[in-house]
């Protein structure tokens, strides 16, 4: 049994770094567009976003390990919003969209 719980341990680990990683990639791409490009994009401010982003990179330091899980769960959302939904359409108006959708030969 005791060798589960060291399975359990090791992934929980390594899903509570994950999502730092998760959040600290979301406050640094949040930190590399223009203020003008978010407002463009029609989403709330730059400083929002790296407030939200930030927040959740804090939440997800504090919760690597699964001391406090719950801090690990309000940080993928803070993080997840961001990259799932403002990164993309940020990516569309600066330009740099990959041209989903679009024939880019």
Known sequence: M???GQAQGWLLLT???GVFVMAAFALVDALRHR????VAADKRT???WLAVTGGAALLGFIGIGGGMLLFS????VGAGVYLADVRPALQQ?????G???HNTW
């Open 46 to 48: 730059k400083n929002f």
């Open 15 to 17: 899903l509570t770094a």
């Open 73 to 76: 769960m309000i940080a993928a």
């Open 93 to 97: 108006v600066t330009g740099r969209g």
């Open 2 to 4: 005791n060798l589960i």
């Open 99 to 101: 041209g989903r959708g």
């Open 35 to 38: 203020p003008d490009a978010f």
